[in-house]
């Protein structure tokens, strides 16, 4: 579960305290991509910024790709959202949130053994755009659908 | 080392569906305690699932994940008695790692 | 006249829950995707992990006497926890008081542990004091998932709990002059999307009893049953109740009794 460099670096600094034996499990554990955690990503204000950070630039909308969620989110603090890819080679499913301070909310790297197919839950401060975004054959595809959230999430 | 998840693989017509429920606060940083002062933000960072040995996914997430997140997703393949295993790495360092065997 | 009517309640509506967007014409759609989002919600509660913390509490040594909880008596017999829930409030002969399962579940950790529980009775909701007895909680209400709601009104300290419960249910004061029945007893009203049960009928009762504890979505806490009426105390402007006091259980005597013959949801999942 190493992100180089990032992860790593973090790694290493924990392998001091947890001991060699560890690490070398770790290390040699096959990777899926050699990502670091994109910071910049997750911290970027615009939705264009993002996808520039995140090599998505000219996204295009997508029937292929779907996101399914309820059309109201009885609690912005919780939202259920899932993304399906009917495209072929598909490596990279994430979740946007247009409205939220930082719009990236997670990003899925997903091999080729995967089903292109991904839930998760995510806050959101108010009625926003959720946006999935796919990488499939090394092109970025989107879907998008608003919730409406009756109650933000973000306030405690 | 963070509270055990709830893991939940099953096997059904070639396909394994996996259930995820995580212990963790996933602090945005935006919010302020009771004295005003902030807190800072403290979010499962890098989620990683295995099939057996192999690795089928690697997640990036940030703060924006829910409060004791949870995450499904269909693996290809995988049958009764194979492990899955799922690691968090979150933004302070501490990780956690759990198995559960397909059903 | 009717149409008119219900025209002037969706303006006032538009005009109040602008930032909703819900309005009485879209109402009935919008419960129906609230509906589909509590749904997507049940599928994996995180209360699961609140149970799982509780089974290990419960099943671990503890206390002065570093003994686990698994020989406390639920009222079902020393160590039965499997459908004890669903039979809870009851007359206990050993403390000679109806009990629910946090302040019988103290009892246990008092005799068995030989633990001082009250810096726990006193702890303030969202500590790791009251979550370990929220987990415990927890955990013993899901092992009556499933399982009838059935309580015993037949010892008259248990009838007599009853009836305070619903005098207390009926009591109407504080700055505001509310009463739990304010809210909780009429039919078909609710609080932004959230439905209010009508406890004193067997419906709403159920709905209420059997759901609970519960996990808060809004806040991602976990909450018992003691810990839902303290904040409605709070809500009408109440003294806190003292955790696991003979009001307390008294108002839950009321609405499991109420509820009797209706299945147990729990760990249930809330906004």
Redesign the interface.
């Known amino acids: 579960m190493t992100f180089e460099p990032l992860s790593r670096r973090r790694l290493l600094t924990r392998a001091g305290a947890l001991g060699l034996l560890a690490t070398i499990g770790t290390l040699v554990t096959p990777r899926l991509v050699l990502a670091a955690w994109n910071k910049a990503a997750f911290e970027s204000k615009t939705l264009p910024e993002t996808y520039k950070l995140m090599g998505a630039e000219g996204a295009t909308e997508s029937g292929d790709v779907q996101i399914l969620a309820s059309d109201i989110a009885e609690n912005g603090a919780v939202v259920p959202v899932q993304a399906v890819s009917k495209l072929p080679d598909t490596t990279q499913i994430s979740f946007l949130v247009e409205k939220n301070p930082n719009m990236l909310a997670a990003l899925f790297d997903i091999g080729p053994d995967m089903v292109p197919d991904v839930t998760t839950r995510i806050k959101m401060g108010q009625t926003s755009n959720v946006v999935v975004l796919v990488k499939a054959g090394g092109k970025y595809f989107t879907a998008t659908k608003e919730i409406k959230v009756t109650l933000g999430g973000c306030g405690g | 080392m963070g509270n055990p998840m709830k893991i939940r693989a099953a096997s059904k017509d070639g396909i394994t569906e996996v259930k995820v429920l995580m212990s963790h606060e996933m602090e945005t940083g935006f919010r302020k305690d009771a004295s005003g002062a902030p807190i800072p933000a403290w979010f499962i960072s890098e989620v990683t699932a295995k099939l057996g040995d192999k690795v089928v996914m690697e997640a990036q997430w940030g703060p924006s994940v829910s409060k004791n997140p949870f995450l499904a997703f269909k693996i290809k393949g995988g049958k009764a008695g194979d492990k899955v295993t799922i690691t968090w790495v979150d933004s302070k360092g501490d990780t956690r790692t759990d198995t559960a065997t397909v059903t | 006249m009717k149409r008119w009517h219900a025209i002037g309640i969706a303006t006032a509506l538009a005009v109040v829950g602008a930032s909703?967007?819900?309005v009485s014409a879209e109402t009935d759609?919008?419960i129906e995707?609230?509906e589909?989002?509590?749904e997507?919600?049940r599928?994996?509660n995180?209360a699961?992990?609140f149970e799982?913390?509780g089974e290990e509490l419960w099943k671990t040594p503890a206390g002065p006497k570093n003994v686990s909880l698994e020989g406390c008596d639920l009222g079902l017999g020393a160590g039965v926890v499997q459908g004890a829930y669903a039979h809870l409030p009851r007359f206990f002969k050993d403390t000679g008081k109806v009990q629910d399962v946090e302040s019988r579940v103290l009892t246990c950790m008092s005799t068995l542990q030989g633990i001082d529980v009250k810096p726990l009775i006193d702890a303030k909701f969202n500590t790791p004091e009251k979550d370990r007895l929220e987990a415990i909680a927890t955990y013993v209400s899901g092992q009556s998932k499933g399982v009838k709601v059935e309580v015993s009104l037949v010892h008259p300290e248990e009838r007599k709990a009853f009836e305070l419960g619903k005098r207390m249910f009926y009591y109407q004061g504080g700055p505001h002059d509310f009463s739990c029945s304010t809210c909780h007893g009429q039919e078909g009203v609710r609080i932004?999307?959230?439905e209010l049960p009508n406890i004193p009928t067997h419906k709403g009762a159920a709905a209420g009893w059997t759901s609970w504890p519960a996990?808060r979505?809004?806040?991602?806490q976990m909450w018992g049953m003691q810990w839902r009426l303290a904040d409605c105390f709070r809500q009408q402007r109440f003294p806190e109740p003292i955790y696991g006091s003979d009001v307390t259980v008294a108002l839950s005597m009321y609405m499991a009794a109420t509820a009797n013959g209706a299945t147990m949801d729990t760990p249930g999942i809330k906004?």
């Open positions: 909703t967007g819900v759609k919008s995707s609230i589909q989002y509590r997507a919600l599928d994996g995180p699961e992990l799982a913390q932004r999307l959230q996990y979505v809004s806040a991602g906004r």
